[in-house]
């Protein structure tokens, strides 16, 4: 049974554990920092299909697929699969896991969607009705843009805080048991919406940043920690507006200095000063991927022992923003830790 | 701790109650046979508002305060609200519970939210690390038919088979303790998809019957019962062509025969000899109203002992539609009992 430290924070008893977990991405991820970790790269991001929502579908798919594979496991293993992307209505899970016949949990917390699948992906395993779980996202940057900005061929011009969304897919699964070098979810938080009246979606870290300083700093106060506790407190994707924010309000608010701990999927995924993408990566694929691919696998190879996942998503719509609404902030929190409990 | 029965179903240990529950609606669902059950009615469904989607955000809140003033709780008593809706990034349910500050799960089902919010509610209750979860959902006639269809000023003919969204919502609150007269949630079962290759937009029912179907048989086969062993087999929202489906796939391949026990949402909100809804009411806020304001009422009044809720959604979006994809059907089971446990 799970206990609650604090006001917000849970403490889980089982301990799931992360099977094993993928992250693929297209040409541009590949290109940068993090390419050789990726589990698969597709340098044709269309995957063969003839509309972008498809190809992001597919991209899902690969992840789940590859996870599978990793963990020798077949999809009628996996007792529920917590799902969902940036398309309206989430149709790349839908579409992308379709084909595998998993009990199916549709969810929407923007590019928060890897933190809020692994959290509850783990409360299943928690709750004692579920032996295997997923966790599964995607993002794609054609099909994001022509949703939520522009049509591709408009080519219009980005303002430097924009951010450019990843196109890539993560998928974990979780089981009560595992090898030794599993690593595990000991804590997670669900967040609360934030919002201190972001009107520009073309500057979505600034929206999401006062959500991830409150649960980072919520988190900490429930477990009496600081960011020397943890080997990383891992943000996505909040990119460089976003990260720097963060930091000054966690100083000016908290008193509490995260620039030592704090990085950031949005600018870990990409090499700024040779890449075009402005303030860093987004994209519910972002965060899914660089955790998926390269954090879990650090988890695994004890270059890192305790990592603390905070993925951020700015809860907004094409609609919302044209009718004058505020982009409202939200950022869930899950720790990760190497090995075998103790 | 939950434990599984069978392979899909699942009995919950701690049995969370429905500490109060409340639905609301608009002008036309008001005339309909259950007007006088509901929380709240809004004869005017701008609800003061500058559009439609605005509204659908009030109109969920609105159920969401009922609920909470019936419980007589606080916002922050609330640990957690797992939310969703139809609108593309299911951004009623975010604007709608924005100002309560209560950590936020969002989640995408389609007019299946309901069952799954409360499906993920319990199991949030059963982990142990919730004590007072929310589920709350909406739909409004107006922000689906512009999303989904056509303009509203376009006033096309509708096909027989199509259904109409109700304008409504629902809010349950779920507990660990409560009082006596609480109904309770004894079993769930996340459903999976299921998609025989329908296309037709305008026929939802046919689409999501075989999902309703899946998850029926399997929950009877997990427990051992037969349709008898329930006083309601509560569906939402097949409407009358996908009711009969259902029932007749049920016969013909399970050979089980339904009919006796089985209701639908979306034919029990409207009368359909005097309202032109052609197929029934459909909608997250249509089954989420009439269980939410009348289900259970009438299992705190004692002429219900135990329902089961199967809340079927159409996964689809007008841009998979458009693309030529077929619409996966899936739905949840949650199974309400009266009272105290045994």
């Known amino acids: 049974m799970a206990t609650r430290l604090g006001k917000r924070t849970l403490q889980l008893e089982t301990r799931p554990r992360i099977l094993a977990s993928a992250g693929v991405a297209g040409k541009r991820e590949a290109q940068g920092p993090l390419g050789s970790r990726f589990d698969r790269i597709f340098d044709d991001t269309t995957l063969g299909e003839v509309s972008w929502e498809k190809a992001e579908s597919k991209l899902l798919l690969s992840a789940a697929q590859s996870a599978l594979n990793k963990a020798k496991l077949q999809p009628s293993d996996v007792q529920a699969a917590f799902a969902g992307d940036l398309q309206s209505q989430c149709t790349s899970a839908v579409f992308g896991l379709r084909s595998l016949g998993i009990p199916y949990c549709g969810i929407f917390g923007a590019c928060s969607t890897m933190a809020e699948g692994l959290l509850l992906a783990a409360l299943a395993i928690e709750s004692g009705g579920f032996s295997v779980t997923m966790a599964a996202t995607s993002s794609h940057f054609c099909t994001a843009e022509r949703q939520f900005r522009h049509p591709l061929e408009y080519g219009g011009q980005r303002t430097p805080t924009a951010q450019w969304t990843v196109t890539g897919a993560g998928a974990a699964l979780l089981a009560r048991q595992a090898d030794a070098g599993a690593p595990y979810i000991d804590k997670v ?154």
């Open 189 to 342: 938080q669900l967040g609360t919406m934030v919002d201190l009246g972001v009107k520009d979606a073309g500057n979505m870290g600034a929206a999401m940043a006062p959500a991830a300083k409150k649960t980072i700093a919520d988190f900490l106060h429930d477990t009496g920690t600081t960011p020397a506790d943890y080997d990383l407190i891992l943000t996505g994707d909040l990119g460089e507006v976003g990260s720097t924010l963060l930091c000054e309000l966690m100083q000016r608010e908290e008193g509490i200095d995260l620039s030592q701990k704090q990085r950031d999927c949005g600018l870990l995924i990409f090499d700024r000063e040779k890449q075009d993408v402005h303030a860093g990566g987004s994209g519910c694929g972002c965060s899914a991927s660089v955790l998926c691919a390269d954090i879990c696998r650090a988890l695994r190879e004890d270059t890192l022992q305790s990592v603390l996942f905070v993925a951020t998503g700015a809860l907004m719509s094409a609609v919302s923003s044209k009718q004058g609404e505020s982009i409202p902030g939200i950022a869930h929190a899950v720790l990760l830790k190497k090995g075998e409990p103790q």
